[in-house]
């Protein structure tokens, strides 16, 4: 078995990385990728806006703000603004090196700024500020099911001392996976025809179109949720092709209860079941569905704790593969973890 403990106590010992005050009024943002355009439109909410938007390779902006080489930095700017790192898909320690070659003095990654500005709205930038005895004791939990895959074991690990401590520490032996969830994971199995898919948070389709080219268009059934409005109509358009005996679109929220509840709606990725929401949808269990998935995915902004709670008895008694995005809140330190080592014999 590995020992992990040593690991931990690096962890549970370190002083978290602490951020210098941010003026809102000089944002400046690198990246405007998928994270940049949506970190635009979010701020809108609480009407901030970044001074313009710093880029490599994209010169122009669909809602005029402005987009600038990194080489047209100004002095005045490297020296008073704050850096907004709009990039999740590359190593945030090279991107924070590259800007600080730059000049900039002080950088921030999007989410912690969304953590103080909306954090209502994306729940992102969440970390646990201080352990109890029961939250470090249960993370040892997880590292000891984890330990027979050391590929797994140092890859949670990763994932503790960044919502931990703010720290990127990644262990060259185990590289960051960057674009390689679900179905481009390298640990999903071989597929056969015969497959049921749940999505839950489907958003536009790019998982169902993953499944699949993965099971080269031999499946039984798609079903997908989506309770956005906007993003549910995008979904229909990208799928409108499909054998429709194949799938089922619903616009129904995944949960633990049957019931009403309140959705943040319109907001693209960010769109979730929240008391801050204006829009009423009606929530459902997996397992009141009565269904035999092979294949479950939740991506569901924080919602997927519920969501898992109310699909035990279809798991126990089917053993889907279970894909579940677990960074969007507190849950994925452990909870979530928790529940699935505690389910009757579900490895």
């Not at 100004?74 to 000049?103: A, M, Q, R, W």
């Not at 949670?156 to 969830?181: A, H």
Request: charged share 25%; aromatic share 12%; proline share 3%.
């Amino acid at each position: 078995m590995i020992d992990f403990n040593n690991e931990l106590t690096k962890i549970f010992q370190y002083e978290k990385v602490k951020f210098a005050e941010i003026n809102l009024d000089n944002l400046i943002f690198y990246g405007f990728g998928q994270l940049g355009k949506m970190a635009i439109n979010l701020l809108n909410f609480v009407e901030i806006k970044p001074k313009y938007i710093v880029d490599k390779n994209i010169k122009t902006s669909s809602d005029n703000t402005e987009v600038v080489c990194p080489e047209d930095i100004s002095f005045e700017d490297l020296k008073n603004s704050t850096f907004v790192i709009c990039i999740s898909s590359l190593p945030y320690n090279d991107i924070y090196k590259y800007l600080k070659n730059l000049g900039c003095n002080h950088i921030i990654q999007f989410y912690d700024l969304a953590k103080l500005v909306i954090p209502n709205i994306l729940l992102n930038g969440w970390s646990i500020e201080n352990l109890t005895k029961t939250d470090i004791a249960e993370i040892r939990t997880v590292c000891k099911n984890l330990s027979h895959d050391e590929n797994s074991l140092f890859h949670y690990i990763q994932f503790l001392w960044w919502r931990l401590k703010r720290v990127e520490y990644v262990y060259d032996k185990y590289p960051v996976l960057s674009s390689k969830k679900y179905f481009k994971a390298p640990c999903i199995p071989k597929l056969t025809n015969y497959e049921t898919f749940i999505d839950g948070g489907a958003h536009t389709g790019s998982s169902i179109q993953e499944f699949i080219e993965f099971t080269n268009n031999c499946y039984k059934h798609i079903f997908a949720f989506e309770p956005d409005k906007v993003t549910m109509q995008k979904l229909k358009n990208n799928n409108c092709n499909l054998n429709k005996n194949q799938i089922t679109l619903s616009k129904q929220g995944l949960s633990d209860k049957i019931e009403s509840t309140y959705f943040l709606d319109k907001l693209d990725f960010a769109s979730k079941i929240s008391e801050n929401g204006t829009k009423k949808i009606s929530t459902i269990t997996i397992d009141s569905l009565d269904l035999k998935p092979s294949i479950v995915k939740l991506h569901i902004e924080g919602h997927e704790l519920k969501a898992l709670n109310g699909a035990k008895k279809t798991i126990i008694e089917h053993r889907p593969i279970l894909m579940v995005l677990a960074d969007n809140n507190e849950d994925g330190i452990y909870k979530i973890d928790i529940l699935l080592i505690n389910l009757k014999d579900y490895k």
